[in-house]
């Protein structure tokens, strides 16, 4: 489940994070981590890893250099530039590979950038793109960076593994030394009158603990340099950070107009099924009350009588659709008056605090007022509750808003539910929803909305 916030929230500056409901407990292990590491998959792969880094970036090296190296010598013609485009393309080719290793054996994943498009789609148009390209360029840099850090990388690993075989299985393989090679085991230190060699019991039983050790630090080494191979792989392969960014902006445009339709198709539905149905009957009955009103004044009373009953209800009906778009109350008096004229209106008992010194911009104010709305009709409704909360303070640049119920919990943002619409909805406008809801509850929402006077 994912971590809430607790009584002291007021003052954390960050969520939370967790595994989310209904997510697989962590696994329990026997054996502490050090001792683990070195029979764990995860070690092996990243060994993998290592072993073809080194001949992987040579050859890209070598291939970078070449090429660039070539286009420099050729720009006093026109052929260095073709060749130098080139030669960033097959750079491109070679990230999509280590995108791909990375994902597959350090479990990395980074997405592919944008694909390189000419304006007229002609070779020139596309040779003007890829060297325009920063993701060409920093494409380049991974394949003249890689090389020297994979070559120090294969050899550290390289040394401490088999360094640390080697002395952990001595004692098992000792006896090959005075069998094989007549030699009384490994040399520790000789000269021309003496020899020194690592053959009494204790000595093999300090090799072995040496090379223990070896094996059980070799991992965690490995693993340490290898967190620069995952910030190259990063930094250098995947989009621009403009380009995520553009991406990010048009799903969120997206889903706004998703919603936006979404409410105007449920505004259309409830006019078309509630106040107007029920004022075309109230034209029908005041049509029949106007004919009866010569013949029999007393039904046309009565008739009107109904009529006027059926005017109050449109009016209530169009009051609470009114209210659904935006209330006027938010408007005129804020978050508190908004908040707590919801919460009057909730099956259980609702306390709301608002802590603010400012109200926050518009939008900002109308995404909490119906966000606080949708939480606590799921309590009305679902939540078998007692009693609820809702606090909202501002913390930093962010308006905090945690909606906690005593209920029976088991609240989860599925797909194509109502957690996981207002997810997206925050989300649009770079919040973020936290759901702690344990089976048997308590739950605790906690949305995070970005601060905006």
Known sequence: MATAYGPDTRDREHLGSGTGFGAKPPATHFLPAPLRAPLEARTWRELLYTLLSFPLSTVMFSFAVTMVSMSAGLLVTFVGIPVLAAGLAVCRGF??????RARGLLGVEVAAPERVRGKTGGPMSWMGAILKSGVSWRHLLYTLLQFP????????????????????TYP?????????????????????????YLDSPFELAMVGGVGLVLVMATPWIVRGLLSVDRLMVTGLLGPSRLATRVSELESDRGVVVDTAAADLRRIERDLHDGAQARLVALAMDLGLAKEKLAEDPEAAARMVDEAHGEV??????????????????LTDRGLDAALSSIASRCTVPVQVEVDL??????????????????????????ARATRATVDVWRTAHRLMLQVTDDGRGGASPEAGGGLAGLAERLDAVDGVLVIDSPAGGPTTVTAELPWRG
């Open 95 to 100: 990230g999509a590979l280590e995108r791909y």
């Open 149 to 168: 850090w994979s070559t120090f990388t294969f050899v550290v690993a390289v040394t401490l593994w088999s360094t640390g075989l080697t002395a952990l």
């Open 172 to 196: 098992l393989w000792f006896w090959l030394f005075p069998v094989f090679g007549g030699q009384g085991g490994v040399q520790l230190y000789g000269d021309s009158t003496h020899r020194e």
């Open 312 to 329: 109050k209800v449109a009016l209530q009906e169009l009051r609470d659709l009114a209210r659904g778009i935006h209330p006027a109350v």
């Open 357 to 382: 010194d400012a109200r926050p911009a518009q939008a900002i104010e109308g995404i909490a007022y119906f966000t606080v709305s949708e939480l606590l009709q799921n309590i009305s409704k679902h």
